[in-house]
Each structure stands twice: as structure tokens, then as C-alpha cells.
């Protein structure tokens, strides 16, 4: 299991058209990935999961994947939020 903390960096966070994007990119993917923010943890395929975090700019998550290619995932998603795409 991969896991990484990283703070968003999009300017208004995770909202609908962010959060499709990035559901979008974490579908490439064959690995279970994760979102967590606080104690809530959502799968990260799932729009209406990652929009019920409500994430803004500067919020602090952890993504987390498990599978064959996990490091890729997570590297790739991390890359997503930080650099504010």
C-alpha cells in the first residue's frame, strides 16, 4: 500500500469540475485509491465521494492506493493536487 499526504493546490480546491477531472485520472488506474480528509476516507473513483469531502484550497489530504501499480497512482494524483491543475 501506497500513501502520501499533500495539500491542495488548486485554486478552488476540489469542487465539481476539479473533482470530475480528478475522478477522471484516478480511473486510469487498476489500483484502490483513496482520499482521506480528517477521519472521513472516500474512494477516489467515486465523484459524489470525493465532492462529499468538500475540499478547498490548502485543505491537508492523504491519498492512499493499493495495487499493481499504486506508486503510479498516487504519484500521478499527488502531482494533480499540488501543482493546481
Not at 5 to 14: F, L, Q, R
Not at 26 to 53: C, E
Amino acid at each position: 500500500m501506497a500513501e502520501r499526504k499533500v495539500a491542495v493546490n488548486i485554486k478552488p480546491g476540489i469542487q465539481a469540475r476539479q473533482a470530475a477531472l480528478f475522478v477522471q485520472e484516478a480511473n486510469r488506474f487498476t489500483s484502490d485509491i483513496f482520499i482521506q480528509k480528517g477521519d472521513r476516507q472516500v474512494n477516489a473513483k467515486s465523484i459524489m465521494g470525493v465532492m462529499s469531502l468538500a475540499i478547498g484550497k490548502g485543505t491537508e489530504i492523504t491519498l492512499m492506493s493499493s495495487g499493481n501499480d499504486e506508486e503510479q497512482a498516487i504519484e500521478t494524483l499527488a502531482s494533480f493536487v499540488e501543482k493546481g491543475n
